[in-house]
């Protein structure tokens, strides 16, 4: 595709189930990155993926948090037994592993815990 | 990375030039200033970025000083739809981690008529 896609776009789960959310990133960018950015707030890095090196997880917030990369391409972000605080807009976001490239970010996925 | 400080907010009428300011005085010699912007309820948004010398595109200029300790964003002819939070980062390339992006407060720009 031509950009990064996400999905679903919105999410509204129960207090207490799992979720997963999709990230498809550009082809042949071998970095990604998610972020979660709650309501009116910064983004906050949660992961990072660089080709077959082991992923940056410092940001995670907890160990409900999980995220895998299949064949260096589309990664899936877990949360386990969510909560409302997990209410946020999660972004992904990929890039070439170069100097002097940019990251494209995708439209997020809206997480809703009710 | 290096951290960056930005002013929280700034005004800016339409069609006047807006001047976005960034500080980032312990950046070191091989990381690049990076400039995105994210509208509302969009993902960010790539504007531009560069190391030493100034840049131009079709959506920004952005001034870097000549020790590199700040940098000034401009958008020549803002509009309405200008109106954003401007985020500046600085970033590596030498080591695993030095690809990270980090985000910062930002600075919310509001365009007005």
């Known amino acids: 595709g031509a950009g990064v896609s996400q999905s679903p776009s919105n999410k509204v789960t129960e207090k207490g189930k799992d979720v997963e959310l999709r990230c498809d990133p550009i082809s042949g960018h071998t970095a990604l990155y998610w972020y979660r950015q709650s309501l009116g707030q910064g983004l906050e890095f949660l992961i990072y993926f660089q080709g077959n090196s082991a992923p940056d997880k410092s940001g995670l917030p907890s160990d409900r948090f999980s995220a895998e990369r299949t064949g260096g391409s589309v990664s899936t972000l877990t949360i386990q037994r969510t909560q409302q605080e997990d209410s946020a807009v999660y972004l992904c976001a990929s890039s070439l592993v170069r100097v002097n490239t940019e990251a494209f970010f995708g439209q997020g996925t809206r997480l809703t815990v009710v | 990375d290096a951290k960056t400080t930005q002013p929280p907010s700034m005004d800016c009428a339409e069609g006047r030039a807006a001047n976005l300011p960034c500080n980032h005085s312990t950046i070191s010699g091989n990381e690049y200033v990076y400039w995105y912007r994210q509208i509302h309820s969009q993902g960010p948004q790539y504007i531009i970025h560069?190391?030493?010398n100034n840049e131009t595109n079709e959506m920004a200029s952005l001034i870097i000083t000549e020790d590199r300790k700040s940098s000034t964003l401009i958008l020549p002819h803002a509009t309405l739809r200008d109106t954003a939070v401007y985020y500046c980062i600085v970033r590596g390339f030498n080591n695993n981690a030095g690809n990270m992006l980090t985000f910062g407060g930002g600075t919310r720009l509001m365009v007005k008529p």
């Open positions: 560069g190391l030493k």
